[in-house]
């Protein structure tokens, strides 16, 4: 069973930085597609970021293309995602995501497999 445990969240003030982290167990050798999304209070889940299963290709939301980099290392099995530049209204819970069975457009959660339980990121203004 794979498993998505995430960190790194935490209260920043506008224009910190903040690197979450997303670490995938449970079975060995797996590369799979991740990605980031986030949930604000009241708000639906959006997507944020997504990297291929080699790295290759990454996405972004345009509201945070320039401030945030996904990145992968998989001799950790970890997926990283460094936020720049950071505003109040990026506040929300912060949740990996992996895509695994399924293909079909990153940005949408319903193609992602296996889901964290979230990390918060509230950024004060």
């Known amino acids: 069973q794979v498993q998505l445990v995430e960190s790194g969240g935490g209260l920043v003030q506008a224009g910190d930085s903040l690197e979450l982290s997303c670490t995938l167990s449970?079975?060995?050798?797996?590369?799979?597609?991740m990605g980031w999304f986030r949930q604000g209070l009241g708000g639906a889940r959006e997507f944020v970021a997504h990297?291929?299963?080699?790295?290759?290709?990454?996405y972004y939301t345009d509201s945070v293309k320039g401030r945030f980099t996904i990145s992968r290392d998989d001799a950790k099995n970890t997926v990283y995602l460094q936020m720049n530049s950071l505003k109040p209204e990026d506040t929300a819970i912060y949740y990996c995501?992996?895509?695994?069975?399924?293909?079909?457009?990153?940005?949408?959660?319903?193609?992602?497999?296996?889901w964290g339980q979230g990390t918060q990121v509230t950024v004060s203004s």
């Open positions: 449970g079975r060995p050798g797996l590369r799979a597609s």
């Open positions: 995501a992996a895509q695994v069975y399924n293909s079909g457009a990153y940005y949408l959660s319903n193609v992602y497999d296996y």
């Open positions: 990297i291929s299963w080699n790295g290759v290709n990454t």
